[in-house]
């Protein structure tokens, strides 16, 4: 059975920093693209961040830049995405995404597997 299971979501004041991890069970991720997504309240879900299988290519959604890394250890099957200088828009639940395939593509249509979601609160 494929889990992807989020943590290290919380609430923390504008300028803070969280480091959001992504553990996957029931097959290696070695060889696919890995993504984080979220979703804030009325809003859709958005791309955040992507990786591609050996972690060589990323890419970030323009809001994130400069502020977020993502980044795997495929040993751990574990997939991270660091946070800093957090804004109270960055406010939403944050998923963990295993994508179809072994790029970095940060569309919903490219992702295959699901996390449940960790919740980031950002407080002005």
């Known amino acids: 059975q494929v889990q992807l299971v989020e943590s290290g979501g919380g609430s923390v004041q504008s300028g803070g920093s969280l480091r959001l991890s992504c553990k996957v069970s029931?097959?290696?991720?070695?060889?696919?693209?890995m993504a984080w997504f979220r979703q804030a309240p009325g809003k859709e879900r958005e791309g955040v961040s992507c990786i591609n299988f050996i972690g060589s290519s990323t890419v970030y959604t323009d809001s994130v830049k400069g502020r977020f890394t993502i980044s795997r250890d495929n040993a751990k099957n574990t997939l991270y995405l660091q946070m800093n200088s957090l804004k109270p828009e960055d406010t939403a639940m944050y998923y963990c995404?295993?994508?179809?395939?072994?790029?970095?593509?940060?569309?919903?249509?490219?992702?295959?597997?699901w996390g449940q979601g960790t919740q980031v609160t950002v407080s002005a």
């Open positions: 029931g097959y290696s991720i070695s060889n696919y693209g």
């Open positions: 995404a295993a994508a179809g395939g072994n790029g970095c593509i940060l569309r919903s249509g490219y992702i295959r597997n």
